[in-house]
């Protein structure tokens, strides 16, 4: 399971004695936390409560180690295109900070990429090393921006470090629309299959952020993906 770390299990209102609570009831569930995800309403090169946004993802990944989660995931905002702008220095610097508190504590933090390219994404990873730095592959998201999963993770396996079970298209208009798992364009069986050569041994996550059954489409989302890999 994957948690909102920020609206939904807030480490502020969840006691020692609550976490401990909270993991053995899952365990009796059968279930397990993958990770969490801490969202923003603003970039990580935007300026304004930018402290605050920072703050909160420390927080966030501290409360991941103490849960036993290795992986919050979250949007840091449209890569800017300019190595040179000083927006593109701030993401810079705010995501070395990261990082070196990755370290510190023992979580790491997975950029979710928004319409960003291979090549802009691989440029910002090249320039975060005080620490680890991973990426959310979100292969709807890809798809409605005109990018391509597959080709993404052949370039930066090794940066991912989590996998959302989503699917996406392009209408006749160019415009990106979230479909249920298997309508879309995102071709899950060669995803499958890459993820298996490049070794990957982290979770796939069903999220749904549209539609008006989101619970029975994340159900049939993992139903679809169990059969694509057993070849089905």
Not at 141 to 170: A, H, K
Not at 172 to 193: C, I, K, N, S, T
Request: glycine share 10%.
């Amino acid at each position: 399971m994957q948690f909102d770390v920020r609206n939904e299990l807030k480490p502020a209102e969840l006691s020692d004695t609550g976490r401990r609570h909270l993991i053995r009831q899952l365990g009796e569930q059968r279930l397990e936390l993958a990770s969490f995800e801490y969202p923003t309403r603003r970039a990580l090169h935007d300026a304004e409560s930018l402290d605050a946004r920072i703050a909160g993802l420390k927080g966030a990944l501290e409360f991941a180690y103490s849960m036993g989660v290795k992986v919050v995931v979250g949007r840091v905002g449209r890569i800017p295109d300019d190595p040179e702008l000083p927006k593109y220095k701030l993401l810079c610097e705010v995501l070395n900070d990261l990082a070196r508190h990755s370290n510190r504590v023992g979580a790491t933090l997975a950029i979710t990429p928004s319409s960003d390219s291979v090549e802009s994404l691989q440029g910002l990873f090249e320039r975060v090393t005080d620490g680890p730095l991973g990426l959310n592959l979100d292969p709807a998201g890809l798809i409605m921006s005109g990018g391509n999963p597959v080709e993404t993770y052949r370039v930066l396996y090794d940066r991912v470090l989590s996998v959302q079970i989503r699917d996406g298209l392009r209408d006749v208009d160019g415009q990106g629309l979230e479909v249920p798992v298997g309508r879309g364009e995102v071709v899950w069986d060669e995803l499958l299959a890459m993820l298996e050569e490049g070794s990957f041994r982290g979770w796939l996550v069903a999220t749904r952020s549209s539609g008006d059954d989101r619970q029975g489409d994340m159900a049939r989302a993992i139903r679809y993906i169990r059969a694509v890999a057993a070849g089905e």
